[in-house]
Nanobody, 126 residues
Framework: QVQLVESGGGLVQTGGSLRLSCAAS????????MAWFRQAPGKDREFVAS???????????DSVKGRFTISTDNDRTPVSTVYLQVNSLIPEDTAVYYC????????????????WGQGTQVTVSS
């Protein structure tokens, strides 16, 4: 049974940082793309960042480029933990952040992702 479990969210001030983690278990993720999405109150879920299981080929939404960094646990493969380092946070980053996994290459459409975590709340105060 595949499980994706996020952690690391919290309340921070504008300009602050957090490190979100996604513990992936239940199968090997060889060949998968791992991603982070977020959903703010009253808005649709949106793509944030993705990375191949190997830790290569990261992609970012324009709104987070230069501030967020996605990475994987490079100590072993297949991937067991996916991280999202979020820096220079602004109030517009406030959302529930979800970890997701899909077979194959990068895509930003969340309909194509097979597995989802329960989410972790990030709140940025002004």
């Amino acid at each position: 049974q595949v499980q994706l479990v996020e952690s690391g969210g919290g309340l921070v001030q504008t300009g602050g940082s957090l490190r979100l983690s996604c513990a992936a278990s239940g199968q090997t993720f060889y060949g998968y793309t791992m991603a982070w999405f977020r959903q703010a109150p009253g808005k649709d879920r949106e793509f944030v960042a993705s990375i191949l299981w190997s830790g290569r080929d990261a992609y970012y939404a324009d709104s987070v480029k230069g501030r967020f960094t996605i990475s994987t646990d490079n100590d072993r493969t297949p991937v067991s933990t996916v991280y999202l380092q979020v820096n220079s946070l602004i109030p517009e980053d406030t959302a529930v952040y979800y970890c997701a996994a899909k077979w194959g290459s990068h895509i930003i459409n969340d309909n194509f992702f097979d597995y989802w975590g329960q989410g972790t709340q990030v709140t940025v105060s002004s």
